[in-house]
């Protein structure tokens, strides 16, 4: 019964002072984009140029995760100015009144070796809803630049932009209200 309870400390006191990592998206090699359908019958994509996302997690599987993000929303990009001078006015995005768009998640839950479900709270045009995201842990390896690990993630999901009251004007007919998320991204460790 002793070495029970001794093992059970040893476990608690690891468990407590496990190492927390943190990691910062690679700007070089991360995207994060979307996939609206314009008039039903195509496909339109864009991308927010500049953002940031922090991960932390004590695990090396990244099961205990925490990640966070914060995105520029005047940097849309659909290569079309005229398109993101629209998304960027108060037709969408409304960027003067709410410059950015966050998410920190609250939980994430295996999905298969590497996936998980991540669920977070998302917050843009001034609404903060809770999402959730398909997550592949696509691994881990040495940068051979730094010498330091890099982790590398895949994000896919579904939102509404009707969730978000952005485009209420537009019908879904002209433009989707779902909207299609994908974000890629390699992670540098960073202590």
Sequence with gaps: MKKLLFAAALLLQASLFAQTTTWKNDKMHSKLKFTVTHLLVSDVDGLFKNFDV???????????????????????????????NDLKSANFFEVAAYPKITFKSTSIKPDGQNKYKLTGNLSMHGVTKQVTMDLWYRGTTENPMSKKPDAGFKLTGTLKRSDFKIGSNMPAAVVSDEIEIKADGEFAQAN
Excluded: Q, W, Y
């Design 54 to 84: 922090t991960i932390t997690a004590t695990k090396p599987d990244f099961s205990d995760a925490i990640f966070e993000l914060s995105a520029d929303a005047a940097s849309i990009n659909t290569e079309v100015e005229m398109r993101d």
